[in-house]
């Protein structure tokens, strides 16, 4: 028995007007969730060039603030537990200062025992000299005799032997003192060599190393034991893009600002352009960046101030070498 009157039809009057129904629903339904596609001042401003160069050709890169010495991966000659740390990050080291002090209980047992040797290679050194003089003097004796009968065959052939015996105990003695002093030099080296100290003047960044901790010379570590290099200056190495390289005018100055601060920007002197160059690998997370590129990388000095630490990213702008004027 149906429920609609005779004069309605569901499918010619019902079904339509509930398909327009639902179009309805579903267009307020989209229209409802479109993104926001108003526009609006970005909360940092992106870096751009200032002064004389905002207006002229110029070339952009991203850089890498390092030390003027570039990074030194400190690590240690020999494996051994760490007895001593004598540095912490921020540190400014002299060259040749201690850094941190390995093990060196069993290089200074050997060294004490190349000591003994030495000491004994010199006692015994003393005797046989003093039994060479006694049989040369013995010998002198029976040469001077008047009468050669005097004294026997016998005797004179014991006093040559015994001047030959006390000979071979001085060489003997001479051979073992230099073998002792060889090994005494050989403890004294490793035993230098487990002081692990700074090959440069400069600033201590980081230390990856506790007393305690083992230090294997291979394999055992993942990261440097210690790094450091020379702050004073600091430099920043920018990457310029192969298809850019032929653009940028080297020897001329840079405007660089920290990644994020806009505002503050540094006039970078130029240092030097590497012969070699290299694969992308740093990268700056845009969106329309390419990493299937080469890299020209030009080193810049950046001027003293609390702008910039090691390993922060920064912005570049390079004078272009007679070129269009081009937005970096």
Same mark, same amino acid.
């Given at each position: 028995?149906?429920?609609?009157?005779?004069?309605?039809?569901?499918?010619?009057?019902?079904?339509?007007?509930?398909?327009?129904?639902?179009?309805?629903?579903?267009?307020?339904?989209?229209?409802?969730?479109?993104?926001?596609?108003?526009?609006?001042?970005?909360?940092?401003?992106?870096?751009?060039?200032?002064?004389?160069?905002?207006?002229?050709?110029?070339?952009?890169?991203?850089?890498?603030?390092?030390?003027?010495?570039?990074?030194?991966?400190?690590?240690?000659?020999?494996?051994?537990?760490?007895?001593?740390?004598?540095?912490?990050?921020?540190? +400014?080291? =002299?060259?040749?200062?201690?850094?941190?002090?390995?093990?060196?209980?069993?290089? $200074? &047992? /050997? #060294? %004490?025992? *190349?000591?003994?040797?030495?000491?004994?290679?010199?006692?015994?050194?003393?005797?046989?000299?003093?039994?060479?003089?006694?049989?040369?003097?013995?010998?002198?004796?029976?040469?001077?005799?008047?009468?050669?009968?005097?004294?026997?065959?016998?005797?004179?052939? +014991?006093? =040559?032997?015994?001047?030959?015996?006390?000979?071979?105990?001085?060489?003997?003695? $001479? &051979? /073992? #003192? %230099?073998? *002792?002093?060889?090994?005494?030099?050989?403890?004294?080296?490793?035993?230098?060599?487990?002081?692990?100290?700074?090959?440069?003047?400069?600033?201590?960044?980081?230390?990856?190393?506790?007393?305690?901790?083992?230090?294997?010379?291979?394999?055992?570590?993942?990261?440097?034991?210690?790094?450091?290099?020379?702050?004073?200056?600091?430099?920043?190495?920018?990457?310029?893009?192969?298809?850019?390289?032929?653009?940028?005018?080297?020897?001329?100055?840079?405007?660089?600002?920290?990644?994020?601060?806009?505002?503050?920007?540094?006039?970078?002197?130029?240092?030097?352009?590497?012969?070699?160059?290299?694969?992308?690998?740093?990268?700056?997370?845009?969106?329309?960046?390419?990493?299937?590129?080469?890299?020209?990388?030009?080193?810049?000095?950046?001027?003293?101030?609390?702008?910039?630490?090691?390993?922060?990213?920064?912005?570049?702008?390079?004078?272009?070498?007679?070129?269009?004027?081009?937005?970096?």
């Amino acid at each position: 028995m149906s429920i609609l009157p005779k004069n309605v039809s569901f499918s010619r009057q019902i079904l339509p007007v509930l398909a327009v129904i639902g179009l309805v629903v579903a267009a307020l339904y989209i229209f409802s969730s479109l993104p926001d596609r108003s526009t609006s001042e970005p909360e940092q401003q992106p870096p751009r060039a200032t002064g004389d160069m905002a207006n002229s050709a110029r070339v952009a890169g991203a850089g890498l603030v390092e030390p003027s010495s570039e990074i030194i991966d400190i690590g240690s000659a020999l494996s051994g537990l760490v007895t001593d740390l004598r540095v912490q990050p921020g540190d +400014r080291v =002299e060259k040749g200062q201690p850094l941190f002090l390995v093990d060196d209980r069993a290089a $200074r &047992a /050997r #060294l %004490a025992e *190349a000591n003994a040797a030495i000491s004994e290679a010199r006692a015994a050194i003393v005797e046989a000299q003093a039994a060479q003089r006694t049989a040369n003097q013995q010998l002198a004796l029976y040469d001077n005799l008047d009468d050669p009968a005097a004294v026997s065959r016998a005797e004179v052939i +014991r006093a =040559e032997g015994d001047a030959a015996a006390a000979q071979s105990r001085l060489e003997l003695s $001479r &051979a /073992r #003192l %230099a073998a *002792a002093q060889a090994q005494a030099g050989s403890a004294q080296t490793e035993l230098n060599r487990l002081t692990v100290r700074a090959p440069i003047t400069g600033e201590i960044l980081a230390v990856n190393i506790r007393p305690g901790e083992f230090v294997a010379t291979q394999g055992g570590n993942s990261q440097p034991f210690i790094q450091m290099g020379e702050t004073i200056p600091l430099h920043v190495r920018v990457d310029i893009d192969e298809n850019e390289a032929v653009r940028v005018k080297l020897g001329a100055d840079a405007i660089i600002s920290p990644r994020g601060a806009a505002e503050i920007r540094a006039n970078a002197k130029f240092v030097r352009a590497e012969p070699l160059v290299v694969p992308k690998r740093q990268l700056t997370n845009s969106a329309a960046e390419r990493v299937d590129v080469r890299v020209l990388q030009i080193i810049y000095a950046l001027p003293q101030g609390d702008a910039f630490r090691v390993g922060q990213q920064v912005d570049a702008f390079i004078p272009a070498d007679g070129s269009p004027a081009e937005e970096g």
